[in-house]
């Protein structure tokens, strides 16, 4: 079964930094792309960030230059930099990762971890 566990959110001043972590069991499977993602209270879940198998990274405009998003391959973790953090950062954020099965590919979600910028 494959099971996706975030870690690393929390409260932080504007300005501040947090790192999120999030760690894969996939089994005998390899993982395509993995994605964070993140829910404001309101608001439909929006893309943050992608990193694919390849190492080719998307960014959200609304992060650009203030996150980072980086991947192990060989753990199955994906991480999350976040620094420069404004209140409107502040939301659940998701861990996403495209599993490989097969000749098929599915996609699985994290529970979320919840960020909280405070002003």
């Known amino acids: 079964q494959v099971q996706l566990v975030e870690s690393g959110g929390g409260l932080v001043q504007a300005g501040g930094s947090l790192r999120l972590s999030c760690a894969a069991s996939?089994?005998?499977?390899?993982?395509?792309?993995m994605a964070w993602y993140r829910q404001a209270p309101g608001k439909q879940r929006e893309l943050v960030a992608t990193t694919t198998s390849r190492g080719l990274t998307h960014y959200a405009e609304s992060v650009l230059g203030r996150f980072t998003i980086s991947r192990i391959d060989s753990k199955n973790t994906v991480s999350l930099q976040m620094n420069s953090l404004k209140p409107e950062d502040t939301a659940v954020y998701y861990c996403?990762?495209?599993?490989?099965?097969?000749?098929?590919?599915?996609?699985?979600w994290g529970q979320g971890t919840q960020v909280t910028v405070s002003s």
């Open positions: 996403s990762a495209e599993v490989q099965i097969l000749f098929d590919t599915r996609n699985y």
């Open positions: 996939t089994g005998i499977f390899s993982i395509n792309t």
